[in-house]
Nanobody, 121 residues
Framework: QVQLVESGGGLVQSGESLKLSCAAS????????MDWYRQAPGKQRELVAT???????VYSDSVKGRFTISRDNAKNTVYLQMNSLEPEDTAVYYC???????????????WGQGTQVTVSS
């Protein structure tokens, strides 16, 4: 049973930092691309950062230079380090994974429950 559980959200002031964690079970994070998405009230869910199985990272323009996605394979956990937070970063942050156990087989889509990040000015 694949589960993704986010933690680390909270309330911070503008300019401060926060580190989110995504603990995975039933899958191996190093074998899959892992994503962080966020959704602010009244807005579309947007992709924030991706780390591929090969370790390549990709960021949205809005967070590039401020956020860092990483993983700890021994802990089977993905992280999102968020620095220089601003009110515009306020959203529910979701961990996401797509599993493809067989090379040409089906893909399976998994989401965490989300963790709230609120940045006050």
């Amino acid at each position: 049973q694949v589960q993704l559980v986010e933690s680390g959200g909270g309330l911070v002031q503008s300019g401060e930092s926060l580190k989110l964690s995504c603990a995975a079970s039933g899958m191996i994070v190093s074998s899959n691309a892992m994503d962080w998405y966020r959704q602010a009230p009244g807005k579309q869910r947007e992709l924030v950062a991706t780390i591929t199985s090969g370790g390549t990272t990709v960021y949205s323009d809005s967070v590039k230079g401020r956020f860092t996605i990483s993983r700890d394979n021994a802990k089977n956990t993905v992280y999102l380090q968020m620095n220089s937070l601003e009110p515009e970063d306020t959203a529910v942050y979701y961990c996401h994974a797509v599993l493809r156990p067989l090379r040409f087989g089906p893909k399976y889509d998994y989401w965490g429950q989300g963790t709230q990040v609120t940045v006050s000015s």
